[in-house]
């Protein structure tokens, strides 16, 4: 993991794509839930001075419209991917009197600020999961429909690839990721049959693998949906350590944020909705202890939820941006900094 914070002056993009392999503008696609991230975080970052962070840039969708509709807004975008970062700041040239690019694993964002001298932050914005772009540059590993290296990291100067993990880990690793990150009922029957097939090739491309998931898996689960989707979604997460990352850095944004200042995720898959979920859960809650006559100031909430459980995309959404079917949108606001 490479925590480099590196602002926009600074941001070496040597090791990204040539500009020649990146997405060209015109290939962006539409960020989710744009409008509704934008009605969510405008009462906090509406004001001369706000400073807003965009923990998972991407390719700055959603950053150039919050600069765009705020022009008091400050932002610090933050991303381990250098192409992604060599793209957003392209697009992101009109404003770059009021943005910084940091090159960091999103559970840095406290060293990020520190580096920029900024103490506190109005808002925090989450999307989470693998971006398009990662997606749709192919040699890059991440989709089990097209055969490319096993690499899958959103940091290309990460030294861990889903081909390492899988010439290198046990068995019983192999099973543990496969149930822990991918939530897949057959991960032993796959853990087992990659051990067994490594022994004479070693997994260097996404197509033997499938190959091998495809044929240990009986017909009538093939029916429910590809086999290789949950380990992939399963070895991306181990080499990115994305849940762990999570945990860290939930945590760091909502210490960064100032009162009255919010925060809004949108995860794309249980688990990592399920970390944002207790997170927000157990800053919204009294610290009382249970039969206390009078809740004290000290035990108060720090934060509020803005909505109740997590929030869909519209169908209508989901039609125009496929991206946004599994999306789950949380949101919070700071109340108070404890005492």
């Known amino acids: 993991m490479n925590n480099n914070n590196n602002t926009n002056d600074e941001m070496n993009t040597d090791t990204a794509a040539s500009p020649a392999d990146r997405p060209q503008l015109n290939e962006i696609h539409v960020p989710v839930l744009l409008e509704r991230s934008i009605e969510l975080l405008g009462p906090a970052i509406d ?19 919050m600069l765009t509709r705020f022009p008091g807004l400050t ?11 060599a793209v957003a700041e392209e697009r992101l040239k009109p404003f770059r009197d009021r ?19 900024i103490d506190e932050v109005q808002g925090v914005l989450f999307d989470l999961g693998v971006s398009s772009m990662q997606l749709d540059q192919v040699e890059r ?21 889903a081909e390492r993990i899988l010439a290198e ?21 796959y853990a087992k049959a990659i051990v067994e097939a490594r022994v004479s090739t070693p997994f260097v491309r996404s197509a033997p693998l499938v190959e091998v998931i495809t044929k240990v898996t ?13 380990v992939f979604q399963a070895l991306r997460i181990e080499v990115n350590q994305e849940l762990a990352v999570l945990e860290r850095a939930i945590p760091n944004a909502m210490e960064a944020v100032a009162v009255d200042g919010r925060i809004v995720s949108m995860a794309y898959q249980s688990l990592e909705d399920r970390i944002v979920k207790r997170m927000f859960a157990a800053a919204s809650t009294s610290s009382a202890p249970a ?32 991206r946004a079917t599994s999306v789950r949108l949380r949101a919070a606001q700071r109340l108070r900094r404890a005492e």
């Open 47 to 65: 004001k001369p001075g706000a400073v807003l962070v965009d923990a998972t840039l991407g390719m700055g969708g959603h950053a150039e419209a």
């Open 75 to 85: 932002l610090v975008g933050l991303d381990r991917d250098l192409d992604a970062l």
């Open 99 to 117: 943005i910084h690019l940091v090159h960091t694993v999103y559970d840095g964002i406290l060293d990020a600020l520190a580096g920029l001298g």
């Open 141 to 161: 590993g991440f989709s089990y429909s097209k055969d490319a290296p096993l690499d899958m990291r959103m940091d290309s100067t990460s030294p861990l690839t």
């Open 169 to 189: 880990y046990s068995e019983g690793d192999l099973r543990r990721i496969f149930q822990e990150y991918g939530e897949e009922k057959l991960a032993g029957r």
């Open 218 to 230: 009986p017909v009538a689960v093939q029916r429910m949906g590809h086999p290789a989707k949950r």
């Open 291 to 322: 039969g206390l006559p009078v809740e004290l100031p000290e035990h108060k909430p720090l934060f509020t939820l803005l909505i109740r459980g997590a929030e869909l995309a519209s169908d209508d959404e989901k039609a125009i941006n496929p």
